[in-house]
């Protein structure tokens, strides 16, 4: 007696038909809109509010990791989709302290420049925007390594409104 397919089956099969389909009409696709994907890893420096500065590297620390992906509508704009987890490692303690939903438009300029502007919405209650910086540093041929520097700037959960920095490395492909 025929089985019908599984969920597991189901979803390995159309990963491999989409692929074969994309692979067919590879020749025949303009080079735009594209999507790209990337990873990187975040460490804040600190952030600044009416109480002053405070250090990532006091008493607590913080470090990120950004996941996305781009929809590059031509050389110079596109549309960013990230969301970047983020682990806090207090008194011995490490554990994810927030979600961070961060999309954005791009901005794209020559010589691998970018700026990105996002809104921010924190699972941990806080919200704003993102103004960043992004270069890419090295082209490879099927990914390359960006730096960017991103500022920032919260409001909400009973917490002064605050602004931000740090340094984010990562690849995209």
């Known amino acids: 007696m025929n089985k019908p397919f599984t969920c597991p089956q189901f979803i390995l099969l159309f990963l491999v038909l989409t692929t074969c389909a994309l692979k067919s009409t590879a020749q025949q696709t303009p080079a735009y809109p594209r999507v790209a994907g990337y990873f ?95 270069q890419r540093i090295v082209k490879g041929k099927e990914a390359s390594m960006f730096l960017s520097v991103p500022i920032p700037v919260r409001f909400g959960n009973a917490l002064p409104a605050s602004i931000g920095t740090g340094l984010q490395v990562g690849v995209s492909f």
């Not at 999309?103 to 103004?131: C, D, K, L, V, Y």
Request: aromatic share 18%.
């Open 40 to 134: 990187s890893v975040i460490n804040p420096i600190g952030s600044w509010n009416k109480d002053g500065f405070t250090s990532n590297f006091s008493g607590a620390y913080t470090i990120g990791f950004p996941f996305g992906v781009n929809i590059l509508k031509s050389d110079k704009f596109g549309i960013s989709f990230e969301v970047a987890p983020s682990i806090r490692t207090e008194k011995n303690v490490s554990k994810v302290n927030s979600v961070l939903f961060h999309p954005g438009a791009m901005f794209r300029f020559q010589h691998g420049f970018t700026f990105i502007g996002r809104m921010a919405f924190e699972t941990n209650g806080r919200f704003g925007f993102t103004p960043v910086f992004n």
